[in-house]
């Protein structure tokens, strides 16, 4: 879901009654119990929004975060307390303990990150369950952790001579920095990193082909999240004045995991609902004994069958949902889905160009003897040719013949078994995705590969990543950087989501890309790569699963961009009558070998390819042409 703030009223009175809840809550709590329930939410609402930077907005399935939170925890332990004789003053010890915690954290993660999945899940999981034994362990022969007995007795917690010791005194303390954790969390959220961690998320392939670091990225998130888990074991170490290896332990983190989920991975108010629901709903339930977890679990579990989305889900109680054309006041679809899934929106309009722009002598791409084997099967041959600047390069050849897989050579996705490719007369052979896209050679997918969960606006500025710099301070702060960056971004998408007259622009910019006509969808991943101001773009069959009307535009829009814009442009189509509309020249292979090169005439006359594409003697036709 795509939290949208609703205008500057309603975010001052909703900031307005969430400040005079926060002031006035641990006066009317009923008893000193229901008070440290408070203060315990807390907690959990900073632990749970810091891994829903990790496992909600990245995606990864990270178990060590626990272990983070112990680290924060015994940092301030042993820096503020009689264990070394060391007093440090909270206002030290909280960003030495979150920065040593992050420090740990990016070396962990620079180890592990490589790995997805279950993988990821072991190696962090073994972190967590060996920083258990040695917090037990590290009791001989010197006394570091205590051992099972923890250590206890802190010095109180003193900000600029105010002395917190009492559990108000905490309730503000604590749910001050669960406000700063949640600003936090929206500000990554509606950045550009956020963009990126979402589309990692949905996609990674297609993240790193847009341009984004996908392994700095989850570095990050991972950063992050030790981060905040650190600060957060500070402030539980301090208010329970002793730390315990239980304290840190696997049923911590299952409650913490429950919270993200319960709320919605990358859902921020769905999060903070989930934590505090599950830190105040057990102790309803404290009476029922042993049936209590079993009630817990099992509320959980129906509420995942019926809600996977989070509790939340898509329901964004912050924001006004804007009334839709095609749909009713009660949102549902005013006629048939077809309705929804037509093309509307006007057709561009436009110009003629200014000026011309047409293929120069200038060679932009220059492939040399590629070879790519896959196994056994030998994909592409000693494949080598020119790509001039500014020119309109086909590539034709039935099914297998190797097509897709020089997109994905070109583009990073495979290294090369043989040969190299030159990018303005540079080796970018065996360069990652994100690197090659950002030296300006941006791709489209046969098969899409559009964010689906994100909206239009979403998918196009992603694309834009790549061209901009702001880091986690910067956004954090909305230091000048990140938001002369975001206001950049935002008209460059509107300018090149305008590119398709009216097809992608209006209420359609805030619509998930998942909803969007196959035509639309093709032209939004177009959009996607322009964003990324390539110089060369690699189309992939463009104008798969569209009807001839919709083909004729894209090939008019494929032309105009070369002619307007003066991209160069390497395009795989299997429809002729638009490879001869639009090639300066064209290239056919065959069984990964090229075949013929040169005008489209020549090429559709030559020998080998009408054989190729109508079958030779003993073949029978082989498939993947319309002529
Ligand atoms: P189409 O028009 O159907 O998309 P294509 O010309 O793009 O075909 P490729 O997808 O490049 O063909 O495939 C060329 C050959 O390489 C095929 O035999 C295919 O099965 C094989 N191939 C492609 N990618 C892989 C892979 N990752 N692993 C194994 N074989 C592969």
Known sequence: MTLTVGNGKRKAAFTAAVAAALIFLPHVMPNDYWLRIYLVTGIWVMLAL???????????????????????????????????????????????????????????????????GDYLAIVTLAFAQIFKLLLLNLDTPVNITGG???????????????KIESPVGYAYLIWFFACLVTIGAYRLKMSRLGRGWESLREDELASEAVGVNTTRMKLMAFAIGAFVAGMAGVLFASLQDSVFPNNFDFPQLVIVYCMVILGGLGNIPGVIVGAILLSVLPEFLREYGAYRMMFYGLVLIVLMALRPQGILGEIGFLTRKKKRPDKDESGVLKASTDLYYAEGGEAPARKAPKVRYARTSRVLLEVEGLTQDFGGIRALSGLSFTLHEREILSIIGPNGAGKTTLFNLVSGIYRPTEGRILFEGRDITGLRPHAIVALGVARTFQNLRLFNKMSVLDNARVGRFCRTHAGPVSVLLHLPRHRREEMETQKKADEILGLFGGRLTGYRYHQQAMYLSYANRRRLEIARVLMTEPRLLLLDEPSAGMNPQETKEITAFIKHLRDAYGYTILLIEHKLNLVRRISDRVIALDYGVKIAEGRYREVANNEKVIEAYLGRKGHGKRAGIKI
């Open 50 to 116: 810091g891994l829903n930077v990790v496992a909600g907005f990245a995606g990864l399935f990270d178990l060590s975060y626990v272990a983070f939170f112990g680290i924060g925890g015994y940092t301030f332990a042993l820096l503020s307390s009689d264990q070394f004789g060391i007093h440090l003053p909270f206002l030290v010890v909280l960003p030495v303990a979150a920065f040593l915690t992050m420090g740990v954290g990016i070396a962990l993660g620079s180890t592990s990150l490589r790995l997805k």
């Open 148 to 162: 099972v007995n923890g250590i206890f007795g802190f010095d109180p917690i003193n900000i600029f001579g105010l």
